[in-house]
């Protein structure tokens, strides 16, 4: 099993307790982006960059993931697909995106585009929280800790 990340917005803070975690238990974690991103020297960790566009490093991502596997992404798209893989996805804030959530999640992320398009201003996520750190890690050990009874 396999951690991947949805590198290109992950917060560092975030790719921190990635990359800890991966340290700690052996599990192998691949960062995608579409640039450059410096990783520890661990021989479980690892840096992928794809070329630049849009939804390329989400594409590559979906090529490689596996039943079992966890992906770390923001992009509800990319959730959904992943899904269907067979695999977990879990937001750098912690919430895990799941078969019964994934289409009202899918649906509201639609209707705020259409907002947003139609010219209304509805900002951006607001800054991550201690809690949204927490959460984050507690899920992520949940999902090791499942891996590691299954492997």
């Known amino acids: ?37 410096p990783v520890p020297p661990d021989p479980n960790i690892h840096s992928l960059q ?31 697909e992943v899904l269907e893989k067979q695999a977990a996805a879990l937001t750098p804030r912690g919430e895990r995106f799941t078969q019964e959530n994934i289409r009202a999640r899918l649906n509201m992320r639609d209707f705020m585009e259409t907002l947003r398009a139609s010219g209304v201003q509805s900002g951006g996520p607001a800054a991550l929280s201690q809690a949204d750190r927490q959460q984050f890690a507690n899920q992520l050990d949940r999902w090791l800790a499942r891996a590691a009874r299954q492997g």
Request: proline share 3%; with cysteine.
């Open 50 to 80: 794809v070329g630049a566009g849009f939804d390329v490093a989400d594409h590559e991502i979906v090529r490689r993931v596996a039943a079992g596997d966890l992906v770390i992404t923001s992009d509800i798209p990319l959730a959904s």
């Open 1 to 37: 099993m396999q951690i991947w990340v949805d590198a290109d917005a992950c917060p560092v803070v975030i790719r921190e307790i990635l990359f800890r975690a991966a340290r700690r238990t052996g599990t192998s974690l691949t960062l995608v982006a579409n640039h450059y991103l």
